[in-house]
């Protein structure tokens, strides 16, 4: 019969503990991808931001081109994307912001992106921006160009259907008062109701020639 005398070092055990406990705490602790909502390979999303969002479409330097997604293009999510978009943390970012608008807002300070196809009537453009601005005045200026009145009319019509009105070149002035100006008149009142305080009594020196009350 024999006994087994072999005994742990103090290092060894000590490693194994720690080791056994990150593996209970990795069992019993959901990662980020299963504890959080995202979109999944196949979904499909648009954006709604004008300045687009870029959206990485590969892990490696070496793979597929990041895109710009922007207002109104759509995108075909696969899992690539999906890995690629996670943080230095290992967290999702934008596949988990699709379906958090209020999280997008918090973010971004507007809702860039949605899930599913964009809306058929969806602009490029938001009512008032630089871009609606540019888009309008060239469809106007193409309107002008037809080459009967007819035609004019027809076409300018629908520049307001889909632009909407002409952008208001009206310049809104200031009219609150100058407080400088206020403040001298105030002044002038003060020492008028004070009366005269100071009268000059100079004369010029007379130097000769006719004067007044000489023989």
């Known amino acids: 019969m024999s006994t ?63 895109v710009i997604l922007r207002r109104g293009d759509e995108l075909v999510v696969d899992e690539e994307m999906i890995d690629a978009s996670r943080d230095r943390h290992g967290n999702l970012t934008w596949p988990v912001l699709v379906l ?48 009967t009145a007819e035609a004019r009319a027809d076409a300018l019509a629908e520049v307001e259907r889909v632009y909407g009105a002409a952008p208001s070149t009206t310049t809104t002035l200031n009219k609150a008062p100058d407080p400088s100006i206020r403040a001298a008149e105030e002044q002038q009142q003060r020492i008028a109701s004070a009366g005269v305080r100071q009268a000059s009594t100079y004369a010029p020196s007379e130097r000769g020639g006719y004067s007044e009350g000489r023989g």
């Open 100 to 147: 958090d608008e209020v999280a997008q807002v918090e973010k971004w300070g507007t809702v860039r992106l949605r899930a599913g196809r964009a809306p058929a009537d969806l602009r490029p453009w938001t009512h008032g921006s630089a871009l609606w601005r540019e888009l309008r005045e060239r469809a106007r200026r193409e309107a002008h160009a037809r080459t």
């Open 4 to 66: 087994d005398t072999t005994t742990e070092a103090i290092g060894e055990r000590r490693l194994r503990e720690a080791q056994e406990a990150v593996a209970a705490l990795e069992a019993s602790t959901p990662t980020t991808a299963s504890a959080v909502a995202s979109v999944q390979p196949g979904d499909v999303i648009h954006g709604l931001d004008e300045g687009g969002l870029t959206i990485a479409r590969s892990v490696s330097i070496f793979g597929r081109a990041s």
